[in-house]
Antibody, heavy 121, light 110 residues
Framework: EVRLVESGGGLVQPGGSLRLSCAVSGFTFSDYYIDWVRRAPGKGLEWVGR??????????DYAASVKGRFTVSRDYSRNSFYLQMTSLKIEDSAMYYC?????????????WGQGTLVTVS | QSVLTQPPSASGTPGQRVTISCFGSSSNIGTEGVNWYQQLPGTAAPKLLI????QRPSGVPDRFSGSKSGTSASLAISGLRSEDEADYYC???????????FGGGTKVTV
């Protein structure tokens, strides 16, 4: 069974930092992309960033709104992905989801975690 | 301009067919596949409904269908049910932004 479980959310002051984790199981770690998507209160979904698969050298991309402040990474030994967030702003407050993508068949975000809430205040 | 535009709301009665549009441009829908997501009210995570324009993941009812033409895409829900009340989002990669764009979302009321 494919599972993604986020953790690490919480309350942080503006300008602070937080690291979100996404523990995955049920699929081969290196064969899929992992994306982070957020939804702020009263707003729609917003893509945050991506870590590609091994075939694409685990390259990363970020939304303009977080570029230079957020970093996605992965840890093979722990089967986990991370979203390091720095210089946090009030507008970064949101539910953050990690999702899986099978880019070979263009199946974006086929599995989602339950989300972890970040509040910047 | 790199945006995906959806109507903010749509509604129908049980059994009806509802269609949600998603307008983009040559840098996104015009050259990339479109995906559709459903997010139920409350704290549920979004769910993939349609990928690569018109493909349904296993387990998604065939009441849901997707199509694409040029720089626009559509999601159709036929045989509308009360449990279809949710927010629906289109999404596509954008080659100008080098990132994924979501539409603003459409709230469907049954």
């Amino acid at each position: 069974e494919v599972r993604l479980v986020e953790s690490g959310g919480g309350l942080v002051q503006p300008g602070g930092s937080l690291r979100l984790s996404c523990a995955v199981s049920g699929f081969t770690f290196s064969d899929y992309y992992i994306d982070w998507v957020r939804r702020a209160p009263g707003k729609g979904l917003e893509w945050v960033g991506r870590s590609r698969d091994k075939a694409r050298d685990f390259s990363t991309d970020y939304a303009a709104s977080v570029k230079g402040r957020f970093t996605v990474s992965r840890d093979y030994s722990r089967n986990s992905f991370y979203l390091q967030m720095t210089s946090l702003k009030i507008e970064d407050s949101a539910m953050y989801y990690c999702t899986r993508t099978d880019r070979n068949i263009r199946k974006d975000f086929d599995y989602w975690g339950q989300g972890t809430l970040v509040t910047v205040s | 301009q790199s945006v995906l535009t959806q109507p903010p709301s749509a509604s129908g009665t049980p059994g009806q067919r509802v269609t949600i549009s998603c307008f983009g441009s040559s840098s996104n829908i015009g050259t990339e596949g479109v995906n559709w997501y459903q997010q139920l009210p409350g704290t549920a995570a979004p769910k993939l409904l349609i990928y690569n324009n018109n493909q349904r993941p296993s387990g998604v009812p065939d009441r849901f269908s997707g199509s694409k033409s040029g720089t626009s895409a559509s999601l159709a829900i036929s045989g509308l049910r009360s449990e279809d009340e949710a927010d629906y989002y289109c999404a596509a990669w954008d080659n100008n932004l080098d990132g994924i764009l979501f539409g603003g979302g459409t709230k469907v009321t049954v």
